[in-house]
């Protein structure tokens, strides 16, 4: 069992008298404060300059619009639990109620499906259609386990993260917020973080390349966003 | 898990009558004793040379319901750092009774405190058996089975947007005027009087609840002679959210974001500790695949730095160096960033999942962690040369606030706190979890027990964190990108587990599993009566709170300036201490 000793003369040398006499202590001290002074500035100047969220950062959700790149089951989901074939801008919601089971604080999710009111002899008689989504953000945990639960990849998670607002009304979104965040989320980032059937992407970068403010923290340097295995590598790129 | 092995086990059974052995379905062996006998028992197995269980884990208690009698169940888990081995111990509360263990083991005091104040169990021979967390006068039992989840609303308290600006909030499913029930300031005074019964000396200080000091929540009485302090006690329980009782009430993996919340500074640990628990609970534990066992030691130790960073930080702030927050705080904003990359959130983070983690790492994550692990060294050496040797660090450092192996034993110490009085307890050497049996690393071991070895052992867990996340980045390179992250059970009917966690059973038994976290052991003690997909009882054993308890002894006869020392060191965190 590896063990390694610490204390003052085991592996930290007392002060010298030298060192007591001459604020030799103070004077590495202030060494170090004076090479730091020289450094470039770490800090993001807030309100003027933001960084972009990560691809997989969990803020508000969004309520995905059919879009063609439903995942493969998607019908089958549909005929399961009876829903109105949604038409191209409508949503993928099925008011199967996943989310809400896999939820830790489920009484944050009202989602109700109603009938439609149309003649017998209608295509769509019988069918059911997703009447209430309101999601209650003020008890959100912004876990993520929603979006994971989602048979249809439909609720996701978006880079919006300013949620402060003044009345607890606001905290509240309804379907058509929900569908409009998504909307602007997928035409923003969709293609970093989704692929061709909603399934994330397998190449989602750590952060975006494009993040000018965020290297200041790490001093202008940004990873060259290799695959990070390296059997992956060989058949792909190049190991340099 | 090294449990007490049956022949020991047996020996015990044969040498008192009145010992019961069992073995529950999860194969985890234990002993029932009558409370009668309960203290006798206990001073045979710390003392003997054969068991020498001498170091304090955890004392809880079991609510089996109503209609069971006798309803309540004490539940003790011992270590023993001869054998490396634990044992539980049960014991039935007759008449709502058990004995107090505070004499064989002071740290039994707050533990005690505790089961009263959640279950209305009696400790015969406590000194002062008051509240823990909650306010003298409150009337409930809150983990008691027939206390609701959401409380008795009895309060009446609207909205002053209500009241003032008649704004229409009655109705909205967001919004309750009514309450569960709140203290009132005489509550709060009965509250701290009942602390400390007897004054030894002129003047009581409060220090907190809030203070930037006390880091959170924390409620100090500090009786003073002078400048020394002559009796101490801590009220806590300002954020207690009562998490156990919401485990009882929710599934499995949905869990898991509520113990982001209890030790938020280091989030993934709690994750992983809670995860393992029930692993093991499911028999799992050694299957889970590679890639996710070598991806959750990288994290968990890189939330370690993360951790003992933002402690470095206020530490040294606290003692008046104050360079030292703005630099840590650059190098933890940094991993802050690869948290927030790999997992999609930078403090809550909700990453593991029973069964592995949720997803593969993303494109230049190791190359990320590579780049901060290589640069990190120079940083640490940097700090050193500013603390480590300088007098006034030296002078508020040394030689205060000495723990010894003893206290360390009495009262359950774990983490950098019992390995800085030099007890290399260190549960990932011990059990030997996820890929920590396969990394090379060194515990650091302190000599004297004072603050300047609190100060360095954390120091060089840093290093030897660093040096193990630099072997999992070397072998994680080593996996291939279509290698599963998620344990994948052979007959997916008999067991169900997914991501995100619906229809996820755990058998019937019990188990009790932790892991070393940046403030000491976190174990969880999961007990189901059967195969459920809510447990019965979740204990969270916290390695804060039973570390916090040793500073009302450590601080007695020192100066009040080294209050601020002292705590530092210790570090806790109120949201584990008061869960």
Redesign the interface.
Known sequence: ????????N??????TLT??LFFL??M??L???IK?LFRRV?TVDFPYEVTI??????GVHGLRNVDGTEPPDFDSWIKKLKIKPPEKGETRCIACK?CQ????VPELF?IKAEKLKVPEDHPHHGLKVLAVF?M?L??C??????T??CPTDCII?TDVYDLSSY???S??LHKEDLSRIADDFIARRGKEKFDDHSK?R??????PEYDYP?TK??EG?M??????????QSNGEAEN | MSWISLDKAKGLESKFDYVKLEQSKTGIPYIEVPKEKLIEFLKFLKEDPNYSFKMFIDWTVIDHGQKENPRFQGVLILFSPDHQERVIIKSWATEEKLPSLIELWPGAKWAEREAWDMFGVRYEGHENLVRMFMWEGYPYHPLRKDFPIKGYEEVELPSLNEVERNDQLEGMFNYSRMHTALPTLEDLERTEKIRMPRKKAQVVLNWGPLHPGTHGTIWFLLDLDGEYVQQCDIIIGQLHRGVEKIAENIGYQQFIPYTDRMDYIASINENHAYVVAAEKMLGIHEKIPEKAKWIRTMMAELSRINSHLLWLGTYALDLGALTMFLYTFREREKIMDIFEGITGARFTINYFRIGGVYADLPYGALEAIEHFIEDFPQRLSDYETLLTRNRIWLKRNKDVCVLTQQDVYDYGLTGAVARASGVPYDLRKIDKYDAYGEVDFDIPIGEVGDSYDRYLVRIEEMRQSAKIVKQCINRLREFSEDDPYFFEPEDPKKLKISIDGRGLKLPEGEMYAGTDNPRGELGFYIYNKKAAIKPYRVRIRSGAFYNLQVFTKAIIGRPIADAITLLSTIDPVVGETDR
Not at chain 1, 1 to 8: C, F, N, S, T
Not at chain 1, 53 to 58: N, S
Not at chain 1, 141 to 146: A, P, R, T, V
Not at chain 1, 223 to 232: D, E, H, I, R
Request: aromatic content about 14%; some cysteine; hydrophobic content about 35%.
């Open positions: 069992m590896g063990i390694k000793k610490v204390g003052l085991r592996n930290v040398k007392p002060q060192e007591k202590d103070f590495k001290g060494k170090t404060t730091h770490v969220p990560a691809i997989r950062f969990r996943f089971a896999a939820c830790p009202t309101d209650d003020s008890k945990m912004f876990c993520g386990l929603c994971q639960a998670h009345t607890r009304r905290w509240v994330w397998k190449d989602q970068k750590i952060w965020r923290i790490w340097w990873p060259s966003f290799l695959p990070n295995y390296k059997k992956s």
